[in-house]
């Protein structure tokens, strides 16, 4: 099949890159000519596990191409993939102008039949929006031409995200056109090999299926950091409490760590989109709302804890802090936790040296030349004279340290732990002052 992927993202690029993977012809467009020049030569503009060979193999084999050309884009493919981000709006709504600008150019340029898929995440009610413009732009120019708009929203995971497209849990088509049905099936055939994992149903149902999944997990997370939080109140453990329930299969174990807060550019956001799209539905969705005030809470958890121990004025102290991405195996740094943490910290007079194994070329980029944060070359260089070490992201290369090392390279021996990493009486029986998420017990 002929694809386009608009807008070569985290998404876009692994969809386009596993589409092609299975033997098809897949354009990937994107109009930041520096993200199409990287991969033109051969490079890859984000990390992702495993991407930059399925990249390089499909390239090379002349099924995968990248181009800032949006009329040779809407010229290629039969199937036009919308994955293009869609941001919060200053009033926590999906911002979908860049949704609506590739569907325009799909409506301005398309000459034959074309089935426009969003893979992009976005609120109820898109599709007619995407629809409506692409009519639009088609009676701008006096013309008739098929088309359908399909709803797949895309569930992989950063950091497991070629994984996750190859071996989908289930595939969610929203589609009323027996047409575009039909060549989503072809398409995702070849992913599917074992069981049926396609769920077909009507466009808005698809639309708030993928909102309805990440606000289930976000709700995991909150309901775990507000009992977190309970825990260490009354002398509990968390981690006991979550085997405990984890071990009934109603509940299962997975996204129930107590941390200092979720982030990453899905959660955050389509929360408060949901949110919005509720309230303008005359909804209040008040356990949602109560799920985003509790991760506000607790990204301060861990600041909340240093200046329990070291008083409100931090000016002249250095923080060593390990883990700058949102979560392991992936640069990306929108909303995480640890951008909050270092803000706080530098509120309060506070410097900052950190180190995180891939996120560090992100971290500038955000960060420039700010004099108060400094970045280490390896995790035990950011300990140097620190008064304390922060660990804010569950990277592996964390999780077995040299405790010794640790002891001596800081002014004081204290780990603020916002990922429960150890079990406390390891770091304690080295002699070093341990703070965790809910685990006062132990
Ligand atoms: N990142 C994830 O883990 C994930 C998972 C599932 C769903 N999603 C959803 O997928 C969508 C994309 O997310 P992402 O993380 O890949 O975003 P991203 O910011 O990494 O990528 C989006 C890309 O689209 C490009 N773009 C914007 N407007 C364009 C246009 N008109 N034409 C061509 N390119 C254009 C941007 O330059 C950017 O490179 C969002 O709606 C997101 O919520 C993301």
Redesign the pocket.
């Known amino acids: 099949m002929k694809i386009t992927v608009?807008?070569?993202?985290?998404?876009?690029?692994?969809s386009g890159a596993c589409m092609a993977e299975m033997g098809n012809d897949v354009l990937c467009?994107?109009?930041?000519p520096e993200?199409i020049r990287i991969l033109k030569e051969g490079g890859i503009?984000?990390h992702e596990p495993g991407l930059d060979a399925v990249v390089a193999r499909n390239v090379e084999a002349g099924r995968l191409h990248f181009t800032?050309d949006?009329a040779e884009?809407v010229r290629f493919g039969t199937i036009q993939f919308?994955?293009?981000?869609?941001?919060p709006d200053e009033d926590g709504s999906?911002d979908l102008?860049?949704?609506l600008?590739?569907a325009r150019?799909i409506g301005r340029l398309m000459t034959d039949y074309k089935v426009v898929v969003d893979?992009?995440?976005?609120p109820v009610g898109t599709a007619d929006k995407v629809k409506a413009a692409i009519a639009d732009e088609l009676a701008k120019r006096g013309q008739e031409m098929e088309f359908a708009v399909v709803s797949n929203?895309?569930?992989?995971?950063?950091g497991a995200?070629v994984e996750d497209f190859m071996r989908p849990d289930r595939i969610v088509v929203g589609a009323d056109d027996e047409r575009a049905i039909h060549l989503m099936r072809a398409l995702y055939a070849p992913f599917q090999r074992n069981r049926d994992k396609l769920v077909v149903m009507d466009v808005r149902s698809a639309e708030l299926t993928?909102y309805a999944a990440?606000a289930m997990l976000a709700t995991r997370i909150s309901f775990m950091n507000e009992l977190a939080l309970l825990a260490d109140r009354m002398g509990a453990d968390i981690e006991m409490v979550r085997q405990g329930i984890g071990s009934d299969p109603r509940i299962g174990y997975h996204f129930l760590y107590a941390g200092c807060g979720y982030g990453?550019?899905?959660f955050p956001?389509?929360v408060k989109a949901l949110i919005r799209t509720a309230r303008e539905n005359g909804q209040d969705l008040k356990v949602l709302q109560a799920v985003e005030d509790a991760n506000d809470v607790q990204k301060m958890v861990l600041v909340d804890k240093i200046v329990a121990k070291f008083g409100e004025d931090l000016s002249g102290r250095c923080f060593a802090l390990w883990g700058l991405a949102f979560k392991p195996n992936?640069d990306?740094m929108?909303e995480a936790p640890s951008r909050v943490i270092i803000n706080e910290l530098f509120r309060r007079g506070a410097t900052v040296t950190a180190y995180d194994p891939v996120a560090m070329t992100e971290t500038k980029r955000i960060y420039g030349d700010e004099p108060r944060l400094t970045l280490a070359d390896k995790p035990m260089d950011a300990l140097e004279g620190a008064d304390a070490l922060l660990i804010v992201t569950e990277w592996k290369e964390f999780r077995s340290p040299d405790f010794e090392r640790i002891k001596s390279a800081l002014k004081q021996p204290v780990i603020f732990d916002g990922r429960n990493l150890y079990e406390p009486e390891v770091p304690r029986a080295a002699g070093i002052e341990y703070h965790c998420i809910g685990r006062s017990a132990s």
């Not at 608009?6 to 692994?14: F, N, R």
């Not at 919308?82 to 941001?87: D, K, L, S, W």
């Not at 893979?119 to 976005?122: C, D, M, Y």
């Not at 929203?153 to 950063?158: G, Q, T, V």
């Open positions: 608009i807008g070569t993202g985290y998404v876009g690029l692994v467009l994107d109009l930041d993200k503009p984000i800032t949006v884009a919308i994955a293009v981000g869609t941001p999906a102008q860049y949704v600008s590739a150019n893979k992009s995440t976005v929203p895309e569930f992989l995971k950063e995200a993928k990440n990453g550019s899905c956001k389509d992936t990306d929108r």
